[in-house]
Nanobody, 125 residues
């Protein structure tokens, strides 16, 4: 069965860094666009970043540009999110998601085919 398993979340001080990972199984990872989507406390889903199948086309929500970097290793079926210069506003549960076709900056659950269980990122001093 399809599985997306995130890891790497935790508690970090403002200005700190984390690296999230998402290991995929049960589908052909290299054929899928992949995404990071987050939900902050008391808020709705927010699309954070996208990456194409080959890993050479990425996009980001404006609030994270220059601080977060999405990447993928198709040989290892793994998606990454390098998070630097973290801010209080980055506190959220981060989900990885996948689709067989490109989805543009969507915050709708049903637009994505596959979801992970999420990993908590807390930025606090």
């Amino acid at each position: 069965q399809v599985q997306l398993v995130e890891s790497g979340g935790g508690l970090v001080q403002p200005g700190g860094s984390l690296r999230l990972s998402c290991v995929a199984s049960g589908f052909t990872f290299s054929n899928y666009w992949m995404y990071w989507v987050r939900r902050a406390p008391g808020k709705g889903l927010e699309w954070v970043s996208s990456i194409n199948t080959g890993g050479d086309d990425t996009s980001y929500v404006d609030s994270v540009k220059g601080r977060l970097t999405i990447s993928r290793d198709n040989a290892e079926n793994t998606l990454y999110l390098q998070m630097n210069s973290l801010q209080y506003e980055d506190t959220a549960v981060y989900y990885c998601a996948g689709t067989g076709r490109r989805v543009l900056a969507s915050s709708r659950v049903n637009d994505y085919e596959y979801w992970g269980q999420g990993t908590q990122v807390t930025v606090s001093s």
